[in-house]
């Protein structure tokens, strides 16, 4: 028994398929722990992944590929729900619809245009939404487990930032990512062989995009791998000079780094921005003089230690009788003449000495300074380098899901192509 034909009207769904493909015989094709994916199921996530590459010619060697990548991911996907349920995870409907207005936004489309779209090439709806259901339930699994073990030192952040200070006159690069685990070093040959297809296909006309959509494990996978504009230095080392060295337009042979091949796309490339007016972020305190000189500089002492920087708590923690206030983006020109070259050679972290002026005295401490490059803030850098970090877990974390699951696969991937005659 084969699959049923496609409606009325959506003669477009064997379009850029091998001659004779007519999908697999609706059969089982993997249980996982007991539940099981038919190949119903891999034929309606193959035309998801043939979706954005309709009239474009696909091989039969490559839609054996694409089978076997449904294939692995629906496994995925069913390990994640089935750890969402054990967890108590759940997505409710106006989270679901929320996605799905807005990947249907970015098409210029509504929902109901999107399902007309979909059910044009023979695909259900559900497919899409079991999909988008795993995407959104899984990093709150491994964020609620893991997020708290994470930590991300001063020196990583710091040394981050020195590589971005050190080349902050140099070019900044429009960057895309594809990030292919590799779940154990024994395999690392077959995954680099994998990735070189991928990199074939692109060559052929499949956009970068579709492809991460459909194979990257990064987080940046559900935007076309898309990671914005990258700084010289903020990446990785062994990637950082793999996109120095890149023309616009092209991509990258598989690169090992933590883990996994990444394979990356620069779009474009502009001049760093020319470095400007430095701004600081302040911790300010006054102290009048009437509560006596040594109380007074004791208690702007307390700046140093006190959890200065956007603590709601700053005034209670210098003491009573002394004012303080959180002071964001100000340039030298903003801060009165009186205090500027008290605070205009400081940098993060160190405090400025006492100034006395009406009747109190004044001191401010740097929480962030940036010195007018465009370099982004200590929280920002933090934030990347805690999600690559995590993201590192949550693939560790789902590898340990599959040793310990029991996964029958029971689809060869050659099932997808049946002969005529």
Request: charged fraction near 25%; charge should be negative.
């Amino acid at each position: 028994m084969t699959l049923a034909q496609p409606r009325p009207g959506s003669q477009g769904d064997q379009e850029g398929l091998p001659e004779g493909y007519v999908g697999p015989a609706t059969a089982v094709a993997a249980i996982v722990n007991d539940e099981v994916i038919t190949t119903f199921d891999v034929q309606q996530r193959v035309r998801l992944m043939l979706l954005s590459v309709a009239g474009r010619q696909i091989t039969e060697d490559l839609l054996a590929q694409l089978q076997a990548q449904a294939l692995r991911d629906l496994v995925e996907e069913k390990l994640k729900l089935q750890e969402a349920k054990k967890f108590e995870v759940e997505v409710d409907e106006a989270e679901l619809e929320a996605e799905l207005r807005a990947m249907a936004g970015s098409s210029g489309l509504s929902v109901a245009e999107l399902e007309q779209v979909l059910a044009a090439q023979g695909i259900s709806m559900r497919a899409l939404r079991d999909q988008i259901r795993a995407s959104i339930a899984w990093p709150r699994i491994v964020q609620g487990r893991y997020g708290s073990r994470v930590r991300v030192s001063d020196e990583e952040i710091e040394q981050t930032i020195e590589r971005m200070r050190e080349d902050a006159t140099n070019e900044q690069y429009l960057v895309s990512e594809i990030c292919i685990p590799v779940p154990n070093p024994s395999q690392a040959q077959a995954y680099y062989q994998g990735s070189l297809q991928l990199i074939e296909q692109m060559r052929r006309g499949v956009p970068f995009a579709v492809v991460a959509q459909q194979f990257s494990a990064c987080s940046s996978a559900a935007a076309g791998g898309d990671l914005g504009w990258v700084r010289a230095g903020e990446l990785p080392p062994e990637l950082d000079e793999a996109v120095k060295a890149l023309p616009v337009g092209s991509v990258t042979n598989p690169i090992p780094s933590d883990g996994a091949f990444m394979i990356l796309a620069v779009r474009d490339k502009r001049e760093a921005v020319v470095a400007g007016e430095p701004t600081f972020t302040l911790a300010y305190a006054a102290a009048p003089l009437s509560m006596g000189r040594n109380a007074a500089l004791m208690g702007l002492e307390k700046l140093r230690t006190a959890d200065a920087c956007g603590s709601g708590a700053l005034r209670r923690d210098l003491g009573p009788g002394i004012g303080a206030a959180f002071l964001e983006n100000m340039k030298l020109k903003d801060i009165d003449p009186r205090f500027r070259s008290a605070v205009e050679d400081l940098d993060r972290r160190e405090m400025s000495a006492p100034v006395e002026a009406d009747g109190a005295l004044h001191a401010v401490y740097v929480c962030e300074k940036d010195e007018g490059l465009g370099l982004p803030s200590r929280a920002a850098v933090e934030d990347r380098i805690y999600g690559r970090q995590l993201g590192r877990i949550a693939q560790q974390y789902l590898r340990d899901l599959e040793r310990a699951a029991h996964v029958d696969i029971r689809m060869r991937p050659e099932a997808a192509l049946q002969n005529r005659g």
